[in-house]
Every structure is written in structure tokens, then in C-alpha cells.
């Protein structure tokens, strides 16, 4: 069966457990001061929706959408389980996220990641999705640990292509 992505609740029990592997990781992997990682308390934000991938019933990973302003917003809290890893979940909840954004209307989706040889495979996703570096936003700060990257979108049709 093909991954459905939906809304998810964060105070489910399984995307509370997946978001306990994802602050666990990003706490293992980055000082302290610089994980920007949501505990459920944050994915409850009214300008955050949080978004689940699932086979079968089986939550295989999360991602949500932070509203910045009415034209910019955030990817935040994408997480892929260990067993789901390269199989495309990652990406297709990127894409999802990405068509909500459209409809949303905003222009622009950055994210904050990791530099950490273990975000390897995030910044390589976000780079092929078309992301690139740019400058620090929001609460984010210019410091060694943390990447800051953003997308343009395009009109109904999603991201610009250019």
C-alpha cells in the first residue's frame, strides 16, 4: 500500500514516540544551546501543523508547517523511523508540506537543520528538492551548528522550477 500523508495530533501516542527518537537524535548530535528540535508542547502551536506519513496505519515518519507570516513559512519537525529510512518518505512529506504551503499561499518555505555529519541526509534531500543556503531567520543565529535553507514557490502549480 502507498504512504498516506494526513494531519496528525501530536498528543498521539505514536507521533509522540516518533518525536521522542527525533529530540533524542538531535540532542545526542548537537550542543545543547543549538537544538532547535520541537517537543510536543511546540508541534500544539496554532501556526504549526503537523504532518504524518503512514503505511498501513504505520506512522513511518512526521514533518510540519510553521506559519512565519502570511507569505513565508517553516519546515519543521521532519523525522523518517530508522525502518522507513530510503524508501522516499522523507521526501514525500517534504512535498506535501510543500503543496499545503501553495495553498496556503506563501512564497518562500526555509528550515534550520544540522551541519553534523548525521544531517547529512536531510541537507542532501533538501538540496535536491531545490532548498539552498540562505541567511539565518527567525530565532535562528549564524553559528557553526546549524544551516539555514530556503525554497521559493511558485504559483498553484508549486515550487518554482527556475
Do not use: W
Not at 527518537?21 to 543549538?34: D, W
Not at 503537523?50 to 506512522?59: M, Q, S, T
Amino acid at each position: 500500500m502507498d504512504v498516506v500523508i494526513a494531519t496528525e495530533d501530536p498528543l498521539a501516542t505514536d507521533v509522540q514516540a516518533l518525536l521522542l527518537v527525533h529530540l533524542a537524535f538531535a540532542r545526542e548530535v548537537t550542543p545543547e544551546m543549538h537544538v532547535h528540535a520541537l517537543g510536543v508542547d511546540g508541534l500544539l502551536d496554532s501556526s504549526l501543523t503537523v504532518f504524518g506519513a503512514r503505511r498501513d496505519g504505520e506512522l513511518l515518519g512526521i514533518g510540519g508547517l510553521r506559519q512565519l507570516n502570511s507569505r513565508h513559512g517553516e519546515l519543521k519537525s521532519m523525522h523518517t523511523s530508522q525502518a522507513a529510512r530510503r524508501q522516499g518518505v522523507g521526501r514525500a512529506i517534504v512535498v506535501h508540506v510543500l503543496r499545503v504551503a501553495t495553498e496556503r499561499g506563501y512564497e518562500r518555505v526555509s528550515l534550520e537543520t544540522g551541519t553534523m555529519d548525521s544531517f547529512a541526509p536531510a541537507r542532501a534531500l533538501y538540496s535536491a528538492m531545490g532548498f539552498t543556503r540562505c541567511n539565518p531567520f527567525g530565532e535562528y543565529t549564524d553559528n557553526p551548528y546549524s544551516l539555514c535553507m530556503s525554497l521559493g514557490l511558485g504559483g498553484p502549480s508549486g515550487p518554482a522550477t527556475s
